[in-house]
């Protein structure tokens, strides 16, 4: 059975905590503005679909291979909801507006291939929530196109509220890093219900 309720919320509270594509998605808005931190965000959302489909391919294949895996995917996931929601209560959000020299397409791009927050957001989403229930390949592709768009809208949304978000997280840290630490150990938990 998809539990769609768990799988959305573990999306976009891994989307829209605090992160290396969000906290440069809104620096280079508060300092070039929304229409100049486009390019940035385009690249972010071209690296995200080329890195959702790697992640898609290597955990389909790895589930399909090894039926024994499942549990032991099932625990690390579960694991590392515990550990994030653990690193969003203790988080704060400190911007530096000189982060990030320049907005553009490639520079959004290649910092997937190097942020480890997607390459586990895809994994565990993949192993835990689609592949258990979904297993042909247009359900495949179009969850990976999915996890991409609500994954790189994170950064989108911080790059639209730019400022406010800064904003509102210093004045409101610890209410809204709580709410999202318990969202995400109702997912870890959830996963054994």
Same mark, same amino acid.
């Given at each position: %059975? /998809?539990?769609?309720?768990d799988f959305l919320i573990y999306c976009f509270i891994t989307a829209y905590t605090p992160g290396a594509n969000n906290l440069l998605s809104m620096s280079n808005a508060a300092r070039l503005g929304f229409r100049r931190s486009m390019?940035?965000? !385009? #690249?972010?959302?071209? #690296?995200f679909i080329i890195v %959702? &489909?790697?992640c898609a391919i290597f955990s389909a294949t790895l589930y399909a291979a090894l039926p024994k895996v499942k549990i032991i995917m099932h625990s690390l996931g579960a694991v590392y909801m515990l550990y994030l929601a653990w690193k969003v209560w203790k988080s704060s959000v400190h911007i530096n507006a000189d982060s990030g020299k320049e907005? &553009?397409? *490639?520079? #959004? *791009?290649l910092l997937q291939f190097v942020n480890p927050k997607i390459y586990?957001?895809?994994? @565990?989403? !993949? @192993?835990l929530y689609i592949?258990?229930?979904f297993h042909s390949t247009v359900a495949i592709v179009g969850f990976t196109l999915l996890l991409a768009v609500i994954g790189? &809208?994170?950064? /989108?949304?911080?790059? *639209? /509220?730019? &400022?406010?978000f800064c904003k509102y997280f210093s004045k409101h840290t610890k209410a809204v890093n709580l709410a999202m630490a318990l969202l995400l150990v109702y997912c870890a938990v959830a996963l054994f219900l």
């Open positions: %059975m /998809f539990h769609l309720f390019r940035f965000n !385009m #690249g972010i959302l071209a #690296g %959702m &489909s790697i907005a &553009s397409f *490639l520079s #959004g *791009l586990i957001y895809a994994i @565990t989403a !993949m @192993t592949l258990p229930v790189a &809208s994170g950064s /989108f949304i911080w790059a *639209l /509220f730019g &400022s406010f």
